[in-house]
């Protein structure tokens, strides 16, 4: 007959004179220590819309949607797909667009009811109706780029947007050179001005 091991005994006499180790979770909530990553959550008065955080998402969490008719760009964190990695606050250009909280009961039934959101203005070409980028990301770009801001028309006039009149011109049916340096142009339309301006 084997010998019951005495450590293991010593054990269960121990355990049912001593205070449990589980917490009493979730009739008491827990307090997370510092550095838990729990629920990632949008904070839409510091995110751009640039799009860094759905880039770098191992996961694929994060989608954005860019409606071009009201000029939105929508970005959804999915907390049911998330894996809570915290790529997405790491490579956050302004570091409080997205950031994760300590919340950890994340228990639902409904599944779609599980995001976060981010909804930003897009800033469409006047001229081809490409998508430029988020006004608020043009305007982040202009103060990081300091007075070289002046060397780039379409950030110069998103720091300036508050003048509201450029935004009330009619699409412009060619980036005339005239017209066309007061309009947010793509990339490549401010070069066909140029070359037409210059040539
Ligand atoms: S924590 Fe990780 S998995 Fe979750 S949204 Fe951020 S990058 Fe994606
Ligand atoms: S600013 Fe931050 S949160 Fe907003 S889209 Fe860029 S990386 Fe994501």
Redesign the pocket.
Known sequence: MRLPKMREIGEALRSLFSRPYTTDFPFKPVVPPDGF?GK?QYYENDCVGCLA?YE???????DYVDDKENRTRTLT?H?D?????????K?CITEKG?V?TKEYDLATYDRKASVTQSKKELVICPHCGDIIGCLDHLRFLAKKVGHLLYANPTLLLARHRELDALEKQPPLESPHPRSGHLKMLCPNCRREMILKEQW
């Open positions: 990553r990632p955080c770098v998402c191992p996961a694929r969490a994060i964190h907390q797909i998330c894996i809570y990695c915290q790529q997405c606050e490579a997205i994760l």
